[in-house]
């Protein structure tokens, strides 16, 4: 069964910086592509980053590129979102998600983000 | 990039109506779209995969159509627990992207 775990959410200030992880299992993780999607308070799901299985290939959102950077490390089966220079609009529940083409994505449960001072 | 347009926003059915609801691709985008429900609080749950397929477990009354650019979820005799809000998403080039999603309501 596929588990996808986030954790590192939490309160930052703007301008703040959060590393948010998510721990897989039940699957071969390396395997697969592998995404964050967001969804704000009261708001539609955005998609915000993926990755390739190896690493090699990321792509971004327009509305977090140059500030997020998504990563993985696949001998632990972990994958990051690195989030500088963070802006209320990113406040936001974060999920990690699985990409399996002709399935579509798995999700976990997400981790909130609140950027306020 | 690739904009997606659902409608509507939002319904108000009663439980055994038939539902449906639409989405516009600004592109063609072939067959590579999925339908998702979230329910309040929960996590988003897939129904449908390359606009027709039902993901396994799914009920039979979810049914997807479309292709190109037009692309339309189908819940026949509506129940209870489908009370939700429903997103499609195109993955056919990178950003991928969500329709804003059609709320269900119940009458």
């Known amino acids: 069964e596929v588990q996808l775990v986030e954790s590192g959410g939490g309160l930052v200030q703007p301008g703040g910086s959060l590393r948010l992880s998510c721990a897989a299992s039940?699957?071969?993780?390396?395997?697969?592509?592998m995404s964050w999607v967001r969804q704000g308070p009261g708001k539609g799901l955005e998609w915000v980053s993926s990755?390739?299985?190896?690493?090699?290939?990321?792509y971004y959102a327009d509305s977090v590129r140059g500030r997020f950077t998504i990563s993985r490390d696949n001998s632990k089966n972990t994958l990051h979102l690195q989030m500088n220079s963070l802006r209320a609009e990113d406040t936001a529940k974060y999920y990690c998600?699985?990409?399996?083409w002709g399935s579509g994505y798995s999700w976990g449960q997400g981790t909130l983000v609140t950027v306020s001072s | 990039d690739i904009q997606m347009t659902q409608s509507p926003s939002s319904l108000s059915a009663s439980v055994g109506d038939r539902v449906t609801i639409t989405c516009r691709a600004s592109?063609?985008?072939?067959?590579?779209l999925g339908w998702y429900q979230q329910k309040p609080g929960k996590a988003p749950k897939r129904l449908i995969y390359?606009?027709?397929s039902l993901q396994s477990g799914v009920p039979s009354r979810f049914s997807g159509s479309g292709s190109g650019t037009e692309f339309t979820l189908t819940i026949t005799s509506l129940q209870p627990e489908d009370f939700a809000t429903y997103y499609c998403?195109?993955?056919?080039?990178?950003?991928?992207?969500f329709g804003q999603g059609t709320k269900v309501e119940i009458k």
């Open positions: 592109q063609d985008i072939t067959d590579d």
């Open positions: 998600a699985k990409w399996r």
């Open positions: 990755i390739s299985d190896s690493g090699g290939n990321t």
């Open positions: 390359a606009a027709s």
């Open positions: 039940g699957f071969t993780f390396s395997s697969y592509v």
């Open positions: 998403l195109q993955h056919n080039d990178y950003p991928q992207t």
